[in-house]
């Protein structure tokens, strides 16, 4: 069974331009998670989603990011426009409802220059 | 609020020394304690967890026991490998939300 995949593994951008971070969960995992690790810091949520639903966005940092999950499966995470303090190494996870456990992705790398 | 506060790393050892990692939690009521780890170039993996207190978890040699006197969750191991080096992150999931509240991460590299 595949992992929860996420890409790019890596993204170096300028100031001012737009990412779009993707995460494929666990096949039939209706839990979707976002999370940011900023340099050195803890790992911080970002959001949840329930299929297609946000559950909870009260970690998103401001409206320059938008995350979707059109259709329950995929979700993006949009970045526009990126800023300095924006980089970081962002994770996805997911879980079954009613479990414990989330599994994380490797994590995208943004380096906002 | 809910948080967790790990040891600062980075971490050195030698192979087959004693490893302890601190982690001290702060949450209201009752949370599930997990420690996750992340090797080079690959996601976070489920080390072990606890979900009530004096719960011992343990896998791979690595244990942690919750103790709600304390509010801790320390990870120890009696004698670590090459491999275990990684980032070592605790974390805690309180009983009436989904989010995950991390540590900063300890870093550790075991030397032969």
């Known amino acids: 069974e595949a992992g929860v995949t996420q890409f790019p593994s890596h993204s170096v951008i300028e100031k001012g331009q737009t990412v779009t971070l993707r995460c494929d969960p666990i096949s039939g995992h209706d839990n979707l998670y976002w999370y940011r690790r900023v340099m050195g810091k803890e790992i911080k949520f970002l959001l949840h989603f329930v299929k297609e639903s946000k559950q909870d966005e009260s970690g998103m940092p401001n409206n320059r990011f938008l995350a979707e999950r059109t259709g329950g499966t995929y979700s993006t995470l949009k970045v526009q426009p990126a800023e300095l303090e924006d980089s970081g190494v962002y994770f996805c996870?997911?879980?079954?409802?009613?479990?414990?456990?989330?599994?994380f992705g490797a994590g995208t790398r943004l380096s906002v220059l | 609020g809910n948080s967790v506060t790990q040891m600062e790393g980075p971490v050195t050892l030698s192979e087959e020394a004693f490893l302890t990692i601190n982690c001290t939690y702060t949450a209201t009521g009752y949370p599930s304690l997990f420690w996750y780890v992340q090797y080079p170039g690959e996601g976070l993996q489920l080390l072990l967890k606890?979900?009530?207190?004096?719960d011992k978890g343990s896998n791979k040699g690595f244990e942690a026991t919750y103790r709600k006197e304390t509010t801790s969750f320390h990870l120890e191991k009696g004698s670590v490998q090459v491999s275990d080096s990684a980032v070592y992150f605790c974390a805690l999931r309180h009983n009436t939300g989904n989010q995950f509240y991390f540590g900063t991460g300890t870093s550790l590299t075991v030397i032969p």
């Open positions: 996870a997911s879980s079954q409802t009613g479990k414990n456990i989330q599994y």
């Open positions: 606890a979900t009530k207190a004096d």
